[in-house]
């Protein structure tokens, strides 16, 4: 499978702070980029897609503007959660999918934040 | 119609058994059915997918059951080994429906008991 990379794998910040986690996609081209988040004990819940060099789609519910997602190379996309709080501490995923056949998904190992 | 039912919420399985976790659908228009396992702390990684036009694939001790007509698809793991014990998701995708995102199950958390 492709190699795939989060930083920083945790994260602790305190409230009302930003974070940033970047996600790379080592050895393959991702064209869509799909970020996650994954409450304990819990199911991925998918929060945005995006195409290199577009604006990210959100689902519904998720702010764009509390999560701010760059996907400006096809190898780098990026994750802000702005103005952190406590019911964001949550793993966030990324899931780069690359465009050179069907089912060709796959997931970064996760990032831990905790927000105090 | 775009959710995916996954049964059990939790198994414990003894070394050497078999462990079962189904799961069912609704939407027709999916088109593929991977299976992920995820470690604690750690991202899901690909085990095993089905197209539907296969009834069954085997990949070393995992092998998937696909049953169009019910709508369902299983995961079976042979021989269960203790570091088999990890939450599993099955998903579904529609390739050719619009919706092109995955979609997954709750997941099972398997305990493989030595």
């Known amino acids: 499978g492709a190699v795939v990379s989060q930083h920083p794998s945790w994260v602790i910040c305190k409230s009302g702070t930003s974070v940033k986690i970047e996600c790379r996609s080592l050895?393959?081209?991702?064209?869509?980029m799909f970020w996650y988040r994954q409450f304990p004990k819990q199911s991925l819940m998918l929060m945005a897609t995006s195409n290199e060099g577009s604006k990210a789609t959100y689902e519904q519910g998720v702010e764009k503007d509390k999560f701010l997602i760059n996907h400006a190379s096809l190898t780098l996309s990026t994750l802000t959660v702005t103005s952190a709080h406590p019911e964001d501490s949550s793993f966030y995923i990324c899931s780069p999918r690359g465009g050179t056949g069907l089912g060709e998904q796959y997931f970064g190992p996760g990032t831990r934040l905790t927000v105090t | 119609q775009q959710q995916v039912k996954q049964s059990p919420q939790s198994l414990i399985v003894q070394k050497g058994g078999i462990s079962i976790i189904n799961c069912a659908y609704e939407?027709?228009?999916?088109?593929?059915f991977p299976w992920y396992q995820q470690f604690p702390g750690k991202g899901p990684a690909l085990l095993i997918a089905i197209r539907p036009d296969v009834s069954e694939k085997k990949e070393g001790r995992f092998t998937i059951s696909f049953n169009k007509s019910a709508k369902q698809f299983s995961l079976h793991i042979m021989d269960s080994q203790p570091g088999d014990s990890a939450t599993y998701f099955c998903a579904a995708i529609s390739f050719s429906g619009g919706y092109n995102k995955l979609i997954f199950g709750a997941g099972t958390r398997l305990a493989v008991h030595p």
């Open positions: 939407n027709t228009a999916f088109d593929y």
């Open positions: 050895d393959f081209q991702a064209t869509t």
